[in-house]
T-cell receptor, first 114, second 113 residues
């Protein structure tokens, strides 16, 4: 399957600061990437669809000004959590779409906001 | 709206025993179905997928799953579980080529030695 890399894998920040998470597709070009959030013992919640060269599409209930998504190239999408607060602490996972609808996931990024 | 139900939150099996993880879905058209595995602190790895053809699909690590349209199910099976199979398993449903998947709440598998 496709290789998707996320960075950083873990990040700890102070409340009020912003954190950027990168998602790269290493062996193919991804016009669309997806950002998920996973709470402890919970399933994955789709936050937004990142489209190369255009605005991201956010799911209902996700604050687009809080979670900024940029998809500047065919291999890179970034998620910036702005003015982070403890309730934003979570596991964020990006994914790229495969040819038959499957998703290939990055390793995930654990965000802890103090 | 599409949805996935994984009725078992936790399952414990002995190493070498057989395994079946249940998954029921709701989808308005022909579903694309997937099983993923997640180890602690890691991303998700695709085990297998179904989108057409033979309703019994083979995946990696000795897993298989059977699509039963009449029961809206896509249960995951393995004849003999290994201790390294202990992980969280997610079933997901989507549409043709859309990549927008809906995930179940997951089943935590524990393997007793």
């Amino acid at each position: 399957g496709a290789v998707v890399s996320q960075h950083p894998s873990r990040v700890i920040c102070k409340s009020g600061t912003s954190v950027k998470i990168e998602c790269r597709s290493l062996d193919f070009q991804a016009t669309t990437m997806f950002w998920y959030r996973q709470f402890p013992k919970k399933s994955l919640m789709l936050m937004a669809t990142s489209n190369e060269g255009s605005k991201a599409t956010y799911e209902q209930g996700v604050e687009k000004d809080k979670f900024l998504i940029n998809h500047a190239s065919l291999t890179l999408s970034t998620l910036t959590v702005t003015s982070a607060h403890p309730e934003d602490s979570s596991f964020y996972i990006c994914s790229c779409g495969g040819p038959v609808g499957e998703l290939f996931f990055g390793e995930g990024s654990r965000l802890t906001v103090l | 709206a599409q949805s996935v139900t994984q009725p078992d939150i936790h399952i414990t099996v002995s190493e070498g025993a057989s395994l079946e993880l249940r998954c029921n879905y709701s989808y308005g058209a022909t579903p694309y179905l997937f099983w993923y595995v997640q180890s602690p602190g890691q991303g998700l790895q695709l085990l297998l997928k179904y989108f057409s053809g033979d309703t019994l699909v083979q995946g990696i690590k000795g897993f298989e799953a059977e699509f039963k349209r009449s029961q809206s199910s896509f249960n995951l099976r393995k004849p003999s579980v290994h201790w390294s199979d202990a992980a969280e398993y997610f079933c997901a449903v989507g549409g043709q080529g859309g990549n927008k998947l809906t995930f179940g709440t997951g089943t935590q598998l524990k393997v007793e030695l």
